[in-house]
């Protein structure tokens, strides 16, 4: 046996959140870990015991373990006590001695998982849009799509009101909408031939409705043969309404070779624009996320600035993350991975039947919806591109255990089960956004929420049954539910303490035997301790999210 003592040093003592960090940080040794106060020594892998001991602050304790990895053990959980836990503006990096056996980065700032899983889940959604229109850039004709959303982003980019607008397939129709002019790309190897693809039986198909003729968009470095060459129509009388070619031909932004490479994955151009694209998801995912962290920190008493603050590094993490994710599942689109998830998606669509593939493609769709035959094939390759936006956002959330385990630090079951939580919190988040989509953007943000929060406990609750922690067999049912409805209901202190207050004078001999003869003891453990939750959150202030310029006033002192 191994032990160290110590003394309590922040302000609030060990209440509900640092007594679940010490037990996340205990439950990752082998070993027995206890904890020594007051005359009393209590298991130091239960919350429970832990914040029934009054640990304030001042309190000399004891930390002592039994097992392999005692003695890192107890000089890890030391080093977190002597860091306040990340409070009062401390930070501990666990790591920092050699004889750690585990990594611990804790941080205040964490976003809550609630707010993260929501906000990855959101960028994820829209993610899904971005892929299943970009799947035709792995076509034969892939480069043309593929210079239409690039000219589109540039466009954007450089404070343009611009649009696609072909994606509705209709005859004649502009591809893209530039400050109200109608345009037309056409992306070909030779500038004659882009005109000539302006044209059937001599005549001129692109008009707009008052009779004029659209704008056509020509590689940047093809524009002065694609001028010759129209000009020599217009004067043989093909096209109407226009004298001089350099009306209507118009310079595209990107050249014929850059749209190409755009179409293709590993490239610099497909990763530039990949990277581009993917900030105004990362905008989205990172502003969702920030709001939920306001609001959190606020309950959580903290003051205005200090919320801010916190805010905005949870909206950069979020944010950081749903853009890296784009950027992968850009480029699994364009290696042409979705083909592969074809028969699946197919097989899955056929189940839904026309009608409920026709609701759901229709959500995403601009202008005349579809149905029957159309719907179904539109919806397949809308399932697709949810499941490659699915897979990134799990891939770069799982980025840090995939490292732990090439160091030693995870096992593979650890890292499997965390994978599995992961995915299933953002899955549950995009399927929520999905069917919240018809009722708009609070119907999509209201789904997502629930959906993830639901899916992870799902999630959580079928691994616990299959896999076993590192260093643990299973946490006491009443403990994990405790755990879990602090997470799920964003509890801070005083709300944590109140309920573990009720709660410990609801429970008796005749719950518990209750508890014992259900069918599924830890969905009785939740909804008891969530009967006593719900009335306690429903009593919180209502939030007022920070304006503009105060959320660039906070970004400007967190960047500096």
Same mark, same amino acid.
């Given at each position: 046996m191994f032990e160290l003592t110590t003394t309590i040093e922040n302000k609030t003592g060990i209440h509900a959140r640092p007594a679940s960090v010490f037990v996340q940080t205990a439950s990752k040794f082998k070993s027995k870990v206890w904890i020594k106060a007051k005359g009393k020594r209590v298991d130091a892998k239960s919350i429970l015991m832990i914040m029934s001991m009054g640990l304030t602050k001042g309190t000399e304790i004891t930390i002592a373990a039994d097992g392999p990895d005692e003695y890192e053990a107890v000089k890890t959980l030391k080093r977190l006590v002597d860091s306040r836990f990340g409070e009062e503006g401390y930070f501990v990096d666990l790591e920092e001695e050699e004889e750690s056996a585990e990594g611990f980065h804790f941080s %205040? %700032?964490?976003?809550?998982?609630?707010?993260?899983?929501?906000?990855?889940? +959101?960028?994820?959604?829209?993610?899904?849009?971005?892929?299943?229109?970009?799947?035709?850039?792995?076509? /034969?004709?892939?480069?043309?799509?593929?210079?239409?959303?690039? $000219?589109?982003?540039?466009? =954007? #980019?450089?404070?343009?009101? *611009?649009?696609? !607008?072909?994606?509705?397939?209709?005859?004649?129709?502009?591809?893209?909408?530039?400050?109200?002019?109608?345009?037309?790309?056409? &992306?070909?190897?030779?500038?004659s031939k882009c005109v000539q693809e302006c044209?059937?039986?001599?005549?001129?198909?692109? &008009? $707009?409705?008052?009779? /004029?003729? #659209? +704008?056509?968009?020509?590689?940047?470095?093809? &524009?002065?043969?694609? !001028? =010759?060459? #129209?000009? /020599?129509?217009?004067?043989?009388?093909?096209? =109407?309404?226009?004298?001089?070619?350099?009306?209507?031909?118009?310079?595209? %932004?990107?050249? &014929?070779? +850059?749209?190409?490479?755009?179409?293709?994955?590993?490239?610099?151009?497909s990763l530039t624009y990949d990277a581009i694209d993917g900030i105004k998801i990362g905008a989205y995912s990172g502003g969702i996320s920030a709001a939920i962290n306001f609001a959190v920190c606020i309950w959580n008493g903290e003051s205005f600035e200090v919320a801010l603050e916190n805010s905005v590094k949870a909206g950069l993490q979020v944010g950081g993350m749903a853009w890296a994710g784009s950027i992968v599942a850009g480029q699994i689109t364009k290696a042409g991975f979705n083909t592969m998830l074809i028969p699946a998606s197919d097989a899955l669509v056929k189940a839904m039947g026309p009608k409920m593939s026709a609701h759901l493609v229709n959500a995403f769709r601009e202008g005349t919806s579809i149905y029957g035959a159309a719907a179904m094939k539109s919806a397949s390759k809308l399932l697709r591109g949810n499941a490659v936006t699915g897979i990134a956002t799990v891939a770069i959330m799982s980025?840090?255990?995939?490292? %732990?385990?090439?160091?030693?630090?995870?096992?593979? /079951? +650890?890292?499997?089960?965390?994978? !599995?939580?992961?995915? *299933?919190? !953002?899955?549950?988040?995009?399927?929520?956004a999905m069917l919240g989509a018809p009722f708009g953007p609070v119907g999509m943000l209201i789904a997502a929420w629930l959906s993830s929060t639901a899916a992870s406990k799902v999630s959580k609750a079928v691994t616990d049954e299959i896999i076993e922690d590192d260093s643990k067999k299973m946490c006491k049912i009443l403990e994990d539910e405790f755990q879990t409805v602090s997470v799920d209901f964003i509890l801070n202190k005083t709300e944590a303490d109140t309920i573990a207050d009720k709660l410990s004078k609801t429970l008796d001999g005749d719950t518990l035997k209750d508890m014992y003869a259900s069918k599924d003891r830890p969905q009785f453990a939740y909804n008891l301790i969530a009967e006593i939750a719900e009335p306690v959150a429903e009593s919180r202030q209502h939030i007022y999210l920070p304006s503009t310029e105060e959320y660039i006033d906070g970004l400007k002192k967190v960047l500096a």
């Open positions: %205040n %700032n964490e976003p809550s998982r609630g707010a993260k899983n929501t906000g990855l889940a +959101q960028g994820a959604f829209v993610g899904t849009e971005k892929v299943y229109f970009e799947e035709k850039f792995h076509g /034969s004709k892939g480069h043309g799509f593929a210079a239409e959303r690039a $000219n589109d982003l540039y466009d =954007r #980019m450089t404070g343009k009101d *611009a649009h696609i !607008v072909g994606d509705d397939n209709a005859k004649n129709g502009a591809d893209r909408l530039v400050n109200g002019a109608n345009i037309q790309s056409k &992306y070909c190897a030779t500038g044209f059937h039986n001599g005549e001129f198909r692109y &008009y $707009n409705r008052d009779g /004029s003729p #659209m +704008q056509i968009e020509v590689p940047a470095d093809k &524009y002065d043969d694609a !001028v =010759r060459a #129209m000009q /020599s129509r217009i004067d043989r009388g093909q096209i =109407r309404g226009v004298k001089k070619a350099e009306d209507i031909i118009r310079k595209g %932004n990107v050249t &014929y070779e +850059q749209a190409k490479n755009i179409a293709k994955a590993g490239t610099i151009e980025a840090g255990d995939v490292i %732990n385990i090439l160091r030693g630090r995870i096992s593979a /079951s +650890q890292l499997f089960k965390n994978v !599995v939580n992961s995915g *299933a919190g !953002v899955a549950g988040g995009i399927g929520g």
